[in-house]
């Protein structure tokens, strides 16, 4: 059984009198510990399909199975819920709170799951040890480069040890050598057997993960999947 | 997601922003401190009316007044008798709900010299002994009259300490108290010999000062004597009791009255009759029981009436009752203007803050722990206003003492400052709750894109 099974999922959006369809009957398989890109030019539904696949939004119609639990209809209680223990985030902006220290930063979804103390301080250090931050624990986001936040934010989204992690475009806001640094440590990140979700615009980017979803109009328009077409894991190009 | 934490970023983000929490809670500062503030006063006031009516006698204690005729019985008019002796006699043989009756016939605008030396009392009155136990009198020194004085007219008077003062010299003058027990004095020219002389009496207040100044030493007089400030020292009841004189029932009748009234004609009505009910639960019964005695004996007109210090001891209450309420609903206001402030500010905060509540609820921060925090951070704004509050109303009230030392000195009472803190708390708590309730309903993908 997939870590995660979409079938015949929708998203409508009514803007005055009109239908906006974001998501198009898109139907999906993802495996634990798959390494995957979804691509598409802004507008084309990929963000969408990120929040829905990361319980950030319902879908209009369709199911959603997220590690052997229906979610379609979860109240947003509930969707809180699976966020904080099953799936992890870092974004473009790498949105950490100015306030808190780095540890503190990462601190923060444990807080919400209501891990005591003492626990709370030993896994965020490990997280941290896990992206090589260990040693600027105590700053803040505003004394730490881009790539150093970026890595805390990486460190926040495993601090729980989530099932899946979401990366929406996670270099954008990083300069190439940076960014190239980020996506080396999500591929191995992966190669220690995590499920990590790529959403990006950039092609040159999706070229890292074996398995491409291209997401045009609201629907897959094209995929790569090497474990099904049984080509070679490290595919050149994408069409 | 626990309490404590809630309550700690709360802290740390009104931390954060200092002086603007600092204003916000001026509202809620100014609020409590008015409100404890207005408490001890008004609780200095209750303290010093109750003092004053506890030294007037208890509530036990009844006075029979004149009054006019009724209007149906207005033709009747000049036959009313008015109160005499024959009410005293009366009440004291057949009135058993009655204790204790005290006749007193007074004489005004009385002037008593010794030498050079001459004071107005605030009263100068004819009494019999049931006079102590009525008006809570304590002899100090010497005796009070007997039966003998009484029966002789005696030429006798039992004095408060303030008419030694004025005629011997107070004690904080001359040093040691004078007893002038077997002294003469005038009454209207009239020789009398003092045989008993009251304690002195004074407010709480007044015996700390008094205290304070004996620890003081004395301080040189400069330049001539003098009198310094002009009102009477201490509260009016004191003052009253202090100013005293007695004379036996039948010296006053004899000496002052018989010879006097209008057209040589001598007027037998008293001043004054004192009853005290035997037991203040029958307080009705004896009423009734004193009111049917005096109909009888004044042939069916009423031209008397009762007071009972119940109704001044309500007086006293509602005055305090008046003034807390207002008080209170000044305190009340500036409480609600606070509030205000602090909704207006957690909707400001929350609003700068869109962004970071939407990374919360992506990393699993559920609606209600939003608002939870949000809430606390509301009660905590309001919870240090009102510590600040207690702060400044203690300061305050140590200024209000400061500049009146002397009358009813303000308490700070616990309930008042319970009472504070629970209010504002609430209105931290209401004031809290739309911007809460804002910040609980965010949609996490808006408020993550949001700039």
Known sequence: MALLELRNVSKIYRLGGEE????????????????????????????????????????????????????????????AQIRNRKIGFVFQFFNLLPKLNVLQNVEL????????????????????????????????????????????????ALVNDPKIVFADEPTGNLDSHTGELILQMFSRLSREGRTIILVTHDPEIAAVTPRRIEIRDGRVAHQLDPTLAGLNRFPTAVS | MHLLNAILIGVKDIWGHKFRSLLTMLGIILGVASLVGMT??????????????????????VLIRDQPVPSHQ???AEEAPGRTMVDVLALRESAPLISLVSPEMSLNRVTITRGDKSVNPSECVGVWPAVLDMNLHTLAHGRFFTDLDEENASSVCVIGTGIRDELFGAPDKTGTPIIPIGEVIQIQGQPFTIVGMFQHYESE??????????????????????????????????????????LPLNTMWIKFRSAGGTDNIPDPRLTDIDIKVADIEQMEAALQQARNILMTTHRGIEDFNFQTQENQLENINRQIRNARLSGGLIAAISLIVGGIGIMNIMFASINERIREIGICKAVGATGTGIFVQVLMESIVVSLLGAALGLVVSFGFVQLLSSISPTQNAPVITHTAMIVAVIFSVAVGLVAGLFPALKAARLDPIEALRYE
């Open chain 1, 20 to 79: 906006i369809r974001a998501l198009d009957d898109v139907s999906l398989d993802i495996d634990e510990g798959q390494f995957i890109s979804i691509i598409g030019p802004s507008g084309s539904g990929k963000s969408t399909l990120m929040h829905i696949l990361g319980c950030l939004d319902t879908p209009s119609t369709g199911t959603i199975r997220l590690d052997g639990m229906m979610i379609q209809d979860a109240s947003s209680r509930q969707l």
């Open chain 1, 109 to 156: 979804p444990m807080i919400y799951s209501g891990i005591p103390a003492r626990q709370r301080r030993e896994q965020a250090m490990a997280a941290l040890r896990m992206v090589e931050m260990e040693n600027r624990a105590k700053h803040r986001p505003s004394q730490l480069s881009g790539g150093q936040q970026q890595r805390t934010a990486i460190a926040r």
């Open chain 2, 40 to 61: 001890a006063i008004v609780k200095g006031m209750e303290n010093g009316l109750k003092e004053a009516m506890i030294a007037m006698g208890g509530a036990d204690k």
């Open chain 2, 74 to 76: 207005e033709h009747l």
């Open chain 2, 205 to 246: 207040q007044e015996r700390r000062e008094r205290e304070f100044r004996q620890s003081q030493p004395l301080q040189e007089q400069t330049g001539p004597r003098r009198q310094r400030g002009w009102g009477r020292r201490g509260g009016w009841a004191f003052w009253r009791k202090n100013y005293t004189v007695y």
